[in-house]
């Protein structure tokens, strides 16, 4: 089950992209907030946030699961591209800046309820700030 959930956000994710470039127009936003590891804040696995999950998020981005920037709003913004990745988000840099609080210049493309953030560029990286590991216990590829 876990598999086909996988792949049916990774075929969302591949049709959002190839859509042509007239289909939507983006707003141009500024978001604070942390970035997320999107499978364990979704489906609550465990406590997706802060440094309890830092190991585990590491590991579902390299992995392939979508991330997201938990804004200081309350939204969640599904992450497209990050900066000088002319493709798709699936590079290494993403994990560089996983679950750190950041504050991103980008474009807010919403469809269906759902909305998708294509960074432009990171403005500030102030690295992990939400210290939850002592409440949660650090979850669960830490050690």
């Excluded at 994710?13 to 939507?24: D, G, I, K, S, T």
């Excluded at 994990?95 to 294509?118: A, F, N, S, W």
Aim: proline share 3%; glycine share 10%; charged share 20%.
């Amino acid at each position: 089950m876990k598999k086909g959930v996988l792949f049916a956000i990774a075929a969302l994710l591949a049709a959002a992209m190839a859509a042509p470039a007239n289909a939507a127009t983006g707003k141009r936003v500024s978001i604070t907030g942390e970035v997320i590891d999107s499978w364990c804040y979704i489906t609550e696995i465990m406590f997706a946030e802060g440094t309890a999950h830092h190991q585990c998020a590491l590991w579902c981005a390299a992995g392939g699961i979508p991330v997201g920037v938990l804004g200081e709003d309350g939204q969640v913004y599904m992450v497209l591209k990050l900066e000088g990745n002319a493709t798709s988000v699936a590079n290494p840099a993403i994990l560089k800046i996983q679950t750190h609080k950041v504050t991103v210049d980008g474009d807010v493309y919403e469809r269906d309820g759902i909305r998708y953030l294509v960074v432009n560029k990171v403005v500030d990286d102030s690295g992990i700030v939400k210290e939850t590991h002592e409440e949660y216990g650090i979850q669960p590829f830490g050690n």
